[in-house]
Structure formats: structure tokens, C-alpha cells
């Protein structure tokens, strides 16, 4: 995004707004960091900020890639074919119940890469995704992350798209039980030199007796727990049996 300055009077409405702190008053101007700014397109909406004369304009080269890709990550009104799949990760991956893509003896993980006000890059995400790839693992497909890989084998990224700032992507994949002390060992070390920060999410089935004993074994490892519950119901489809 940019401000067009001749129109800019100087009021100052937009700056609070920005949630990459990509806006600042320069002589009496507002001025956008290019290299700051995640595309979320929050600034250029009149129901978000009110700026009087419609000074923001879209920049020249975000309708291609690489500069494509921070809108996509970052403005959830968008939804393009640069990665094959709508929004930051894989559809209804929290709701197993309903993809059942997470079987018995098997876990699934979600590492959400970046909030506002902190984004990611795709050069962060690939300091997660090769670690995890040296464990063999096979990174989701249906998720957009894996359709922007270089090698989904080696967790890597083409280097000209790795520096572009977004506010938000989602690691996905599910692995053998007995895998889950070694992912997370990697997640853990990658966490100390990433400098930004994410979320984790752990998806696993109920036992018969309807319990999580991945729970006991996150807790052994020191990692703590902290139960989320989705319960999608009428989602017009079958519940997934086994
Ligand atoms: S598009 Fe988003 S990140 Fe860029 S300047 Fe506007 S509000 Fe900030
Ligand atoms: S809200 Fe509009 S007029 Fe006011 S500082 Fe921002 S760009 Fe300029």
C-alpha cells in the first residue's frame, strides 16, 4: 500500500491502525514503509480507517509475485490461486471430527507462524520447515505454505520470495505417534533463534475410554497443555468413524 501525498493532509487518523507499524508522520505526511508493510490492506479500508481525502492507494507491484504473497498471507478478503488453497492453512484442520485427516496413533500439528504486529517471513518459516523436514516429515499438501515450497523433501523456499513479510502462515502435517518427543525437541530448539512467534496446535483423537494420553506425555517433556475444544456441529457431513 501507499499513500498518495498529494492528497495526504497530514491528520494522522491512519497511523494507530497499521499492525505492522509500517506508517509514520514524515513532514507532515503520512509515509509507508514498504519493506514494513504486510498488504493487509487495513489502511485502505473506509469501514477501518476513516481518512478523509481516500489517500491510500494500492502499490505497484502487488498484484505479482513475490510482493503477491504478503497480501495473500495477510488480507483475509483475498483468496487466490498463487498457492491453490484459500486463507493460511489447510481448511477444517482443526476439526478433525470432520476431515479425520489425524488417525489413531497418529498426531497433527499446527505452527501458526506470526500474529499482528509481529508477522513472519517465509525466511522464518523455513528455519521451522527444515529442521522438521531432517525427521522425514511430509508437510500437508492442501495447505497453501507447502504449494510456495521449493522442495516440500527439504523444507525449503525459493529465494526470492523468502523476505516477504506476512502477518500470518500455518505449518501443517501429522505424523507417527512415536515421532512426537523428536518434532518436538525440533520445534523447541527452532523457537529459541526464530525471531518471531506462533502458535502451537496439537491435533489427536480420544481414546475408547475417552481420554488424551498424548497429554501425560506433552507434560513429561514440559511442555503444558492448554485444552482448546471445537465442536463443529451441522456441518452437514458425516462424522468420521475410526
Ligand atoms: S496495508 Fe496493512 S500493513 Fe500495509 S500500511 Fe496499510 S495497514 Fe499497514
Ligand atoms: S488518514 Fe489519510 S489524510 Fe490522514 S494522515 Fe492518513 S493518509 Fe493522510
Same mark, same amino acid.
Given at each position: 500500500?501507499?499513500?498518495?501525498?498529494?492528497?495526504?493532509?497530514?491528520?494522522?487518523?491512519? /497511523?494507530?491502525? @497499521? #499492525?505492522?507499524? $509500517?506508517?509514520?508522520?514524515?513532514? *507532515?505526511? +503520512?509515509? =509507508?514503509?514498504?519493506?514494513?508493510?504486510?498488504?493487509?490492506?487495513?489502511?485502505?479500508?473506509?469501514? /477501518?480507517?476513516? @481518512? #478523509?481525502?481516500? $489517500?491510500?492507494?494500492?502499490?505497484? *507491484?502487488? +498484484?505479482? =509475485?513475490?510482493?503477491?504473497?504478503?497480501?495473500?498471507?495477510?488480507?483475509?478478503?483475498?483468496?487466490?490461486?498463487?498457492?491453490?488453497?484459500?486463507?493460511?492453512?489447510?481448511?477444517?484442520?482443526?476439526?478433525?471430527?470432520?476431515?479425520?485427516?489425524?488417525?489413531?496413533?497418529?498426531?497433527?500439528?499446527?505452527?501458526?507462524?506470526?500474529?499482528?504486529?509481529?508477522?513472519?517471513?517465509?525466511?522464518?518459516?523455513?528455519?521451522?520447515?527444515?529442521?522438521?523436514?531432517?525427521?522425514?516429515?511430509?508437510?500437508?499438501?492442501?495447505?497453501?505454505?507447502?504449494?510456495?515450497?521449493?522442495?516440500?523433501?527439504?523444507?525449503?523456499?525459493?529465494?526470492?520470495?523468502?523476505?516477504?513479510?506476512?502477518?500470518?502462515?500455518?505449518?501443517?502435517?501429522?505424523?507417527?505417534?512415536?515421532?512426537?518427543?523428536?518434532?518436538?525437541?525440533?520445534?523447541?530448539?527452532?523457537?529459541?533463534?526464530?525471531?518471531?512467534?506462533?502458535?502451537?496446535?496439537?491435533?489427536?483423537?480420544?481414546?475408547?475410554?475417552?481420554?488424551?494420553?498424548?497429554?501425560?506425555?506433552?507434560?513429561?517433556?514440559?511442555?503444558?497443555?492448554?485444552?482448546?475444544?471445537?465442536?463443529?456441529?451441522?456441518?452437514?457431513?458425516?462424522?468420521?468413524?475410526?
Amino acid at each position: 500500500m501507499k499513500v498518495n501525498q498529494d492528497k495526504c493532509i497530514g491528520c494522522g487518523i491512519c /497511523v494507530p491502525y @497499521c #499492525p505492522a507499524f $509500517a506508517i509514520s508522520m514524515v513532514n *507532515g505526511k +503520512a509515509y =509507508i514503509d514498504e519493506e514494513m508493510c504486510f498488504e493487509c490492506g487495513n489502511c485502505g479500508r473506509p469501514r /477501518v480507517v476513516r @481518512c #478523509p481525502t481516500s $489517500a491510500f492507494e494500492e502499490s505497484e *507491484g502487488v +498484484a505479482v =509475485i513475490p510482493r503477491k504473497i504478503r497480501k495473500f498471507f495477510s488480507d483475509p478478503t483475498i483468496s487466490d490461486a498463487v498457492t491453490k488453497v484459500p486463507g493460511r492453512g489447510t481448511e477444517e484442520s482443526k476439526t478433525n471430527d470432520v476431515t479425520g485427516k489425524v488417525s489413531h496413533g497418529e498426531f497433527g500439528i499446527g505452527i501458526e507462524m506470526g500474529r499482528p504486529c509481529h508477522g513472519t517471513t517465509l525466511h522464518q518459516v523455513e528455519q521451522m520447515t527444515r529442521a522438521l523436514a531432517e525427521l522425514n516429515i511430509e508437510f500437508e499438501d492442501c495447505n497453501p505454505v507447502y504449494h510456495l515450497m521449493e522442495d516440500p523433501s527439504k523444507g525449503t523456499f525459493p529465494d526470492e520470495i523468502k523476505d516477504e513479510r506476512m502477518v500470518s502462515c500455518i505449518i501443517e502435517f501429522s505424523a507417527k505417534e512415536e515421532k512426537l518427543e523428536a518434532v518436538m525437541d525440533v520445534i523447541k530448539r527452532v523457537a529459541n533463534d526464530l525471531d518471531t512467534v506462533f502458535s502451537l496446535d496439537l491435533i489427536y483423537r480420544f481414546d475408547d475410554e475417552g481420554n488424551i494420553p498424548i497429554i501425560q506425555k506433552l507434560n513429561d517433556m514440559g511442555i503444558l497443555v492448554r485444552k482448546n475444544a471445537k465442536v463443529n456441529l451441522g456441518m452437514g457431513r458425516p462424522m468420521v468413524k475410526d
